[in-house]
T-cell receptor, first 111, second 115 residues
Framework: AQSVTQLDSHVSVSEGTPVLLRCNYS??????LFWYVQHPNKGLQLLLK??????LVKGINGFEAEFKKSETSFHLTKPSAHMSDAAEYFC?????????FGTGTSLTVIP | DTEVTQTPKHLVMGMTNKKSLKCEQH?????MYWYKQKAKKPPELMFV???????INESVPSRFSPECPNSSLLNLHLHALQPEDSALYLC??????????????FGPGTRLLVL
Protein backbone atom coordinates (compact mmCIF):
# COMPACT_ATOMS: atom_id res chain seq x y z
CA ALA A 1 0.00 0.00 0.00
CA GLN A 2 1.30 3.41 -0.99
CA SER A 3 1.82 5.51 2.14
CA VAL A 4 2.57 8.76 0.34
CA THR A 5 1.43 9.97 -3.04
CA GLN A 6 2.70 12.97 -4.93
CA LEU A 7 -0.06 13.65 -7.36
CA ASP A 8 1.97 15.42 -10.04
CA SER A 9 5.23 14.12 -11.47
CA HIS A 10 5.84 17.44 -13.25
CA VAL A 11 4.66 20.98 -12.55
CA SER A 12 5.46 24.04 -14.68
CA VAL A 13 4.84 27.59 -13.51
CA SER A 14 5.84 31.00 -14.74
CA GLU A 15 8.26 33.02 -12.68
CA GLY A 16 6.38 35.15 -10.16
CA THR A 17 3.27 32.95 -10.11
CA PRO A 18 2.18 30.69 -7.23
CA VAL A 19 3.49 27.17 -6.75
CA LEU A 20 1.38 24.24 -5.55
CA LEU A 21 2.91 20.78 -5.13
CA ARG A 22 0.49 18.16 -3.86
CA CYS A 23 1.11 15.38 -1.39
CA ASN A 24 -1.35 12.92 0.16
CA TYR A 25 -0.58 10.25 2.73
CA SER A 26 -2.26 7.11 4.00
CA UNK A 27 -2.42 6.71 7.76
CA UNK A 28 -4.90 6.33 10.58
CA UNK A 29 -2.60 8.35 12.80
CA UNK A 30 -1.01 11.76 12.46
CA UNK A 31 2.40 11.09 11.00
CA UNK A 32 5.50 13.24 10.80
CA LEU A 33 5.63 14.89 7.38
CA PHE A 34 8.51 16.50 5.56
CA TRP A 35 9.20 18.28 2.29
CA TYR A 36 12.69 18.10 0.78
CA VAL A 37 14.09 19.78 -2.32
CA GLN A 38 16.83 18.35 -4.51
CA HIS A 39 18.63 20.46 -7.08
CA PRO A 40 20.40 18.62 -9.92
CA ASN A 41 23.34 16.51 -8.73
CA LYS A 42 22.86 17.66 -5.14
CA GLY A 43 21.71 16.12 -1.90
CA LEU A 44 18.29 16.67 -0.36
CA GLN A 45 17.66 19.88 1.54
CA LEU A 46 14.96 20.07 4.20
CA LEU A 47 12.34 22.68 3.33
CA LEU A 48 9.98 22.16 6.25
CA LYS A 49 8.48 19.59 8.58
CA UNK A 50 5.24 18.89 10.43
CA UNK A 51 5.40 17.05 13.74
CA UNK A 52 1.97 17.67 15.33
CA UNK A 53 2.40 21.30 16.26
CA UNK A 54 0.83 24.11 14.16
CA UNK A 55 -0.93 22.82 11.05
CA LEU A 56 0.47 25.62 8.87
CA VAL A 57 4.19 25.13 8.67
CA LYS A 58 6.56 27.76 7.32
CA GLY A 59 9.81 26.67 5.77
CA ILE A 60 12.83 28.13 4.07
CA ASN A 61 12.85 30.19 0.86
CA GLY A 62 9.23 31.29 1.26
CA PHE A 63 7.71 27.82 1.14
CA GLU A 64 4.95 26.68 3.44
CA ALA A 65 2.72 23.65 3.80
CA GLU A 66 -0.58 22.99 5.50
CA PHE A 67 -1.39 19.74 7.26
CA LYS A 68 -5.04 18.83 6.67
CA LYS A 69 -5.95 15.71 8.59
CA SER A 70 -9.45 15.49 7.12
CA GLU A 71 -7.98 15.40 3.61
CA THR A 72 -4.79 13.48 4.59
CA SER A 73 -2.86 16.09 2.66
CA PHE A 74 0.30 18.11 3.13
CA HIS A 75 0.54 20.30 0.05
CA LEU A 76 3.52 22.59 -0.48
CA THR A 77 2.95 26.16 -1.62
CA LYS A 78 4.87 29.31 -2.42
CA PRO A 79 3.24 32.63 -3.37
CA SER A 80 5.73 33.59 -6.08
CA ALA A 81 8.04 31.21 -7.93
CA HIS A 82 11.67 32.09 -8.51
CA MET A 83 13.94 30.63 -11.16
CA SER A 84 16.07 29.08 -8.41
CA ASP A 85 13.06 27.02 -7.26
CA ALA A 86 13.40 24.74 -10.29
CA ALA A 87 14.25 21.36 -8.76
CA GLU A 88 12.86 18.00 -7.67
CA TYR A 89 10.64 18.02 -4.58
CA PHE A 90 10.00 15.02 -2.35
CA CYS A 91 7.25 14.60 0.21
CA UNK A 92 8.32 12.23 3.00
CA UNK A 93 6.11 10.58 5.59
CA UNK A 94 7.26 8.91 8.76
CA UNK A 95 4.95 6.15 9.97
CA UNK A 96 5.77 3.60 12.66
CA UNK A 97 9.53 4.15 12.46
CA UNK A 98 9.56 3.83 8.67
CA UNK A 99 10.21 6.64 6.21
CA UNK A 100 8.25 6.68 2.99
CA PHE A 101 9.34 8.87 0.10
CA GLY A 102 6.95 10.10 -2.53
CA THR A 103 7.96 9.60 -6.14
CA GLY A 104 8.89 13.25 -6.48
CA THR A 105 7.59 16.28 -8.37
CA SER A 106 9.81 18.03 -10.86
CA LEU A 107 9.20 21.78 -10.80
CA THR A 108 10.01 23.84 -13.88
CA VAL A 109 9.97 27.63 -13.66
CA ILE A 110 9.44 29.44 -16.95
CA PRO A 111 11.04 32.89 -17.28
CA ASP B 1 25.60 23.74 11.79
CA THR B 2 23.43 21.30 9.84
CA GLU B 3 26.13 19.94 7.59
CA VAL B 4 26.72 16.37 6.56
CA THR B 5 29.82 15.89 4.45
CA GLN B 6 30.52 13.05 2.04
CA THR B 7 33.68 12.02 0.27
CA PRO B 8 34.49 11.49 -2.48
CA LYS B 9 32.07 13.53 -4.60
CA HIS B 10 32.63 11.26 -7.59
CA LEU B 11 33.94 7.72 -7.84
CA VAL B 12 34.59 5.49 -10.83
CA MET B 13 35.43 1.88 -10.10
CA GLY B 14 35.75 -1.42 -11.87
CA MET B 15 33.79 -4.49 -10.88
CA THR B 16 36.81 -6.03 -9.16
CA ASN B 17 37.79 -2.96 -7.16
CA LYS B 18 37.34 -2.29 -3.46
CA LYS B 19 36.48 1.25 -2.47
CA SER B 20 34.87 3.08 0.44
CA LEU B 21 32.49 5.98 0.77
CA LYS B 22 32.78 8.22 3.79
CA CYS B 23 30.18 10.31 5.61
CA GLU B 24 30.76 12.64 8.53
CA GLN B 25 28.64 14.86 10.75
CA HIS B 26 29.43 16.92 13.83
CA UNK B 27 25.93 17.78 14.93
CA UNK B 28 25.83 15.25 17.75
CA UNK B 29 23.38 13.11 15.81
CA UNK B 30 23.16 9.49 16.91
CA UNK B 31 21.36 8.06 13.88
CA MET B 32 22.96 7.81 10.44
CA TYR B 33 21.61 6.49 7.17
CA TRP B 34 22.77 5.32 3.76
CA TYR B 35 20.50 5.75 0.74
CA LYS B 36 20.87 4.82 -2.91
CA GLN B 37 19.27 7.06 -5.51
CA LYS B 38 18.90 6.25 -9.19
CA ALA B 39 18.21 8.98 -11.71
CA LYS B 40 14.69 10.44 -11.60
CA LYS B 41 13.79 8.26 -8.60
CA PRO B 42 13.40 8.90 -4.86
CA PRO B 43 16.15 7.73 -2.49
CA GLU B 44 15.96 4.11 -1.36
CA LEU B 45 16.97 3.33 2.19
CA MET B 46 19.88 0.89 2.52
CA PHE B 47 21.06 0.98 6.13
CA VAL B 48 20.32 2.75 9.40
CA UNK B 49 22.69 3.02 12.34
CA UNK B 50 21.54 4.09 15.77
CA UNK B 51 24.14 4.71 18.49
CA UNK B 52 26.76 3.08 16.26
CA UNK B 53 24.77 -0.15 15.97
CA UNK B 54 23.16 -1.37 12.78
CA UNK B 55 19.45 -0.89 13.25
CA ILE B 56 18.02 -1.48 9.79
CA ASN B 57 19.40 -3.39 6.79
CA GLU B 58 16.99 -3.21 3.90
CA SER B 59 18.09 -6.54 2.38
CA VAL B 60 21.07 -4.95 0.70
CA PRO B 61 23.50 -7.27 -1.16
CA SER B 62 26.61 -8.21 0.78
CA ARG B 63 28.83 -6.41 -1.73
CA PHE B 64 27.79 -3.30 0.25
CA SER B 65 29.21 -3.32 3.78
CA PRO B 66 28.45 -0.47 6.17
CA GLU B 67 30.57 0.52 9.13
CA CYS B 68 30.04 3.06 11.89
CA PRO B 69 33.37 3.48 13.72
CA ASN B 70 32.09 6.29 15.94
CA SER B 71 29.09 8.54 16.38
CA SER B 72 30.32 11.07 13.80
CA LEU B 73 31.47 8.79 11.03
CA LEU B 74 29.75 6.37 8.69
CA ASN B 75 31.45 4.36 5.97
CA LEU B 76 30.15 2.25 3.13
CA HIS B 77 32.61 -0.33 1.86
CA LEU B 78 32.15 -1.45 -1.73
CA HIS B 79 33.44 -4.68 -3.26
CA ALA B 80 32.68 -6.51 -6.50
CA LEU B 81 29.98 -4.09 -7.53
CA GLN B 82 27.87 -4.44 -10.65
CA PRO B 83 27.17 -1.75 -13.27
CA GLU B 84 23.58 -1.52 -11.99
CA ASP B 85 24.99 -0.27 -8.68
CA SER B 86 25.90 2.99 -10.39
CA ALA B 87 23.90 5.68 -8.60
CA LEU B 88 24.05 8.64 -6.24
CA TYR B 89 24.76 7.43 -2.70
CA LEU B 90 23.38 9.73 -0.05
CA CYS B 91 24.20 9.83 3.62
CA UNK B 92 21.88 11.40 6.18
CA UNK B 93 21.82 11.88 9.93
CA UNK B 94 19.23 12.69 12.58
CA UNK B 95 19.22 13.29 16.32
CA UNK B 96 17.83 9.82 16.77
CA UNK B 97 15.05 7.51 15.67
CA UNK B 98 12.45 8.53 18.21
CA UNK B 99 9.50 10.85 17.75
CA UNK B 100 10.62 14.44 17.30
CA UNK B 101 14.24 13.40 16.75
CA UNK B 102 13.87 11.87 13.32
CA UNK B 103 14.37 14.86 11.01
CA UNK B 104 17.05 13.79 8.56
CA UNK B 105 19.76 16.04 7.20
CA PHE B 106 21.39 14.88 3.99
CA GLY B 107 24.87 15.16 2.60
CA PRO B 108 25.57 16.15 -1.02
CA GLY B 109 26.09 12.54 -2.09
CA THR B 110 28.73 10.50 -3.87
CA ARG B 111 28.13 9.89 -7.56
CA LEU B 112 29.31 6.31 -8.23
CA LEU B 113 29.95 4.83 -11.65
CA VAL B 114 30.75 1.12 -11.92
CA LEU B 115 32.38 0.04 -15.16
Amino acid sequence: AQSVTQLDSHVSVSEGTPVLLRCNYSSSYSPSLFWYVQHPNKGLQLLLKYTSAATLVKGINGFEAEFKKSETSFHLTKPSAHMSDAAEYFCVVRLANQFYFGTGTSLTVIP
Amino acid sequence: DTEVTQTPKHLVMGMTNKKSLKCEQHMGHRAMYWYKQKAKKPPELMFVYSYEKLSINESVPSRFSPECPNSSLLNLHLHALQPEDSALYLCASSLGLGWGRETQYFGPGTRLLVL
